[in-house]
Nanobody
Framework: QVQLVETGGGLVQAGDSLKLSCAAS????????VGWFRQAPGREREFVAA???????YYADSVRGRFTISRDNAKNTVYLQMNSLKPENTAVYYC??????????????????WGQGTQVTVSS
């Protein structure tokens, strides 16, 4: 059973930064694509960023230029560096894993494993 554990969430002020981590139990971690999604209260879960097994990176338009996804295969961990946070970035952030990269990486059903989420709250 693949386990994903997200950490690093918290309460910050607008303009601050946070770095989320997602540690995976599955090996070899390098063969998996990893994504970050978020779900704000009353809204559907949405795509934030993803990195393929080959290092290709994709971002949602709303976070491009402020968020950075990276992975450390030696540590079985993927990171999401979030800068210039805004109140509208408040959400539960989830990481997801799949060994089968799909063109429609932003579709939730194309991801096989999910973490439990970490809360990010940005105050104005």
């Amino acid at each position: 059973q693949v386990q994903l554990v997200e950490t690093g969430g918290g309460l910050v002020q607008a303009g601050d930064s946070l770095k989320l981590s997602c540690a995976a139990s599955e090996q070899p971690f390098s063969i998996y694509a990893v994504g970050w999604f978020r779900q704000a209260p009353g809204r559907e879960r949405e795509f934030v960023a993803a990195v393929s097994s080959t290092g290709n990176i994709y971002y949602a338009d709303s976070v491009r230029g402020r968020f950075t996804i990276s992975r450390d295969n030696a540590k079985n961990t993927v990171y999401l560096q979030m800068n210039s946070l805004k109140p509208e970035n408040t959400a539960v952030y989830y990481c997801a894993l799949t060994p089968y990269w799909k063109v429609k990486y932003y579709v939730l059903s194309n991801w096989d494993y999910w973490g439990q989420g970490t809360q990010v709250t940005v105050s104005s």
